[in-house]
C-alpha cells in the first residue's frame, strides 16, 4: 500500500504531509495542539486499506515551517483548501478532527460544505469551549488556565533542542513502542522542536475568539456526522489515581460531556458515540471506534443509507 512523505509549499511555508492508500473518498485527518500525525500511525494504516488518508502537520509541527503568521482556525482552513487545490482531490473529501483539530475541521466545513461528505469528530473542542472556564475548580485550574499553557509554550520556544530533552524528558506510551523505530524516533523528536511550542502558544491564544467565529458563520451544513466522546467515567477514574480531587473530576467530565453531546445537535444526520474506556486520546485507547465510524460513512456513501446508532 502506497505511503508518501513530502512537503508541499503552502502559502510561504513548507508543510509536512503524510499520504496512503490509492483507492476511496479521501480523509483528511486534523490532529490536536501539539500533537504528531505520527500518533495515528495505527488509524491510518487501517483506514489506508479503504480510503485514501491523508495527514498534515500545521506550521511550526513536525518538519513544517513556522513564520510569525498568526495561527488560528482560520489559516488552517486556508491551508487545507490549498492543499487540497496541490493535492488535486476533485472529490468531497471526509474530515477527522481530533481535539483542537476538530474546531479546524468544524471552520473547515462551514466555509466550504461542497468540499466536505462527511466529518467524524473525535472528543473535539467545542465552539461553546468559554464555558469552561466558568467551572469552579481550584485545583485543576492551577495547570490548566490558557495563560498558565501560553507562559509555558513561551518560555519552551525560547529553547533548543538539548534544554527541551532535559526539561520534558520526552516518553513514548507502550502502545508507541510498538511501533516501527523511525515512527518512535519521529514522536520523540517531535516533542523537543521549539517551534512546535511557538505553534501552540499562538493556537491558544486565539482557540477561543475562533470559537466564537466559528459559531457565528452560517448554519452548520446537514452532511453526515459522527460524534465520537470520551467515557467519563473513565476519565474521572484517571485523574482520581493522579491524586485529583473527583468532585473537581466530575464537575468538568460532566460538562465536557454536555458540550460532546451539543456536537451531535449540529445536524440531523448525525450519530453519537461515547467511546468506552478512552481517555482523551481515543485515536490510543480504541481506534476500532474510528474505523467503525469510517466505515460508516463509506456505507453511506455507498448506498446511501446512514447507520443510525442501536
Known sequence: MSEIRRLLMINQNK??????????????????????????????????????????????????????????????????????????????????????????????????????????????????????????????NEESTDEYWMEKCHSYSLMNQGELTKIIKPTLTEKQKLFMKDIQQRLIDFQVNPSLYKAMHSEISNWKRDADIIKNLVEYPNIPLIVIGRDKEHCINLGVMDGLPEWELRVFEEKWQELIMYQANLTQNSNLIFAQNASHSIHFDRPDIIIESINKLNYFLLMGEFLQND
Open 15 to 140: 508543510i509536512e504531509i503524510f499520504q496512503k492508500g490509492k483507492n476511496g473518498t479521501p480523509i483528511i485527518i486534523f490532529t490536536g495542539i501539539g500533537c504528531s500525525f505520527d500518533e495515528w500511525y495505527e488509524v491510518t494504516d487501517l483506514l489506508s486499506q479503504s480510503n485514501r488518508v491523508i495527514m498534515f502537520h500545521r506550521p511550526g509541527l513536525g518538519e513544517s515551517e513556522i513564520g510569525n503568521e498568526v495561527r488560528n482556525t482560520q489559516s488552517v482552513v486556508n491551508e487545507v483548501n490549498e492543499m487540497i487545490h496541490l493535492l488535486k482531490l476533485s472529490e468531497p473529501v471526509i474530515l477527522i478532527g481530533h481535539s483542537y483539530g476538530g474546531l479546524c475541521a468544524q471552520h473547515f466545513v462551514k466555509v466550504h460544505p461542497n468540499k466536505v461528505v462527511g466529518i467524524v469528530l473525535v472528543d473535539s473542542t467545542s465552539v461553546d469551549l468559554k464555558v469552561l472556564d466558568d467551572l469552579n475548580l481550584p485545583v485543576l
